[in-house]
């Protein structure tokens, strides 16, 4: 684990002796186990190893027919002197090239896919990128398109009363939905993202149990990868999202404004996300072409 107790996912572990007869590694789970069997008895030693932290050691003696429970560990955070940095020129080079590659993404060849990641260790976003890519979904024409389906469906349920029916009642409808989509891009995958250095993308799993799988996609509707690489909670998104709906009380029918509408649709946005998240791990992936080489079982 993390010295905030989050379980440490993809640290390496390896399994050694002092007399090298023994030299196994793995990779920490979802939950931040490991397991190695038909281990000899004797001294052991094991080293894990994660980037971002320091090296942690563990020795202990394992006895004939005994199955050794290793304690809890917990990885320090390691300090400035031993923490491997790449340039940061470098970095936005590589984010550039892969921000192309999710550029190419569209389910079904025309839906926008941007703000997904087949890469596990994708590069950070600069600021910059931050925001041209929350531009290129606002202003992508199936964004104009959803809208107004969006638009369609409020005024067939005459959702929102207050803006009447007939074209200019759809007009108002389909600005408000508008407004919602892009404010809540620009504030919750660019503005705050860049402002708390948070990640705005869902980086795609696709490997172990699908209880796990669908565990991880739900949990990112309230945890991301922080810039520096570590899972945190998604501020961003969540702020956000309440930002977007204290802005639409601005636009929105006097009758449907208020502290309830803003809760109530950033709570619909959370389960969207997740809902969402789910869909990529299992679904869309299928659906996008034009998807990087990648492996993501391995980090």
């Known amino acids: 684990m993390d010295p905030s107790g989050v379980?440490?996912?993809?640290?390496?572990?390896?399994?050694?002796?002092?007399?090298?007869s023994l030299d196994q590694q793995m990779l920490s789970d979802d939950d931040g186990r490991f397991s190695f069997s038909d281990v000899p008895p004797g001294s052991f030693r094991l080293t894990i190893t994660l980037a971002g932290f320091a090296t942690k050691t563990f020795a202990g003696n394992l006895r004939s027919g005994e199955s050794n429970v290793v304690p809890q560990i917990v990885l320090p955070i390691a300090t400035a002197s031993t923490e491997i940095r790449v340039v940061p020129s470098q970095t936005e080079e590589v984010a550039e090239e892969q921000i192309k590659e999710q550029e190419k993404q569209r389910a079904l060849g025309f839906i926008p896919n941007f703000y997904?990641?087949?890469?596990?260790?994708?590069?950070?976003?600069?600021?910059?990128?931050?925001?041209?890519?929350?531009?290129k979904t606002i202003v992508d024409?199936?964004?104009?398109?959803?809208?107004?389906?969006?638009?369609?469906?409020?005024?067939?349920?005459?959702?929102?009363?207050?803006?009447?029916?007939?074209?200019?009642?759809?007009?108002?409808?389909?600005?408000?939905?508008?407004?919602?989509?892009?404010?809540?891009?620009?504030?919750?995958?660019a503005i705050l993202p860049s402002l708390l250095k948070q990640d705005p993308r869902y980086f795609y799993k696709g490997t172990g149990t699908k209880r796990s799988r669908v565990l991880y996609a739900v949990r990112n509707s309230v945890i991301c990868k922080g810039d520096n690489g570590h899972w945190q909670a998604n501020y961003s998104s969540i702020l956000g999202s309440?930002?977007?709906?204290?802005?639409?009380?601005?636009?929105?029918?006097?009758?449907?404004?208020?502290?309830?509408?803003t809760f109530e649709n950033t709570l619909i946005a959370i389960g969207a996300t997740a809902a969402a998240n789910v869909l990529q791990e299992f679904v869309i992936r299928k659906l996008t072409p034009n998807l990087p080489n990648h492996n993501p079982a391995k980090p």
């Open 7 to 20: 379980a440490a996912i993809g640290a390496t572990v390896r399994l050694t002796r002092a007399d090298q």
């Open 116 to 135: 997904v990641t087949y890469i596990p260790n994708a590069a950070p976003l600069t600021p910059k990128q931050k925001f041209e890519l929350a531009g």
């Open 141 to 189: 024409p199936v964004t104009f398109g959803l809208t107004g389906v969006v638009a369609g469906i409020q005024q067939a349920n005459n959702n929102f009363g207050g803006y009447g029916q007939g074209a200019q009642g759809y007009a108002k409808r389909y600005g408000a939905a508008y407004a919602d989509t892009a404010t809540s891009t620009l504030i919750g995958s």
């Open 242 to 261: 309440l930002a977007a709906g204290g802005i639409s009380n601005l636009y929105y029918p006097a009758n449907d404004r208020g502290a309830g509408l």
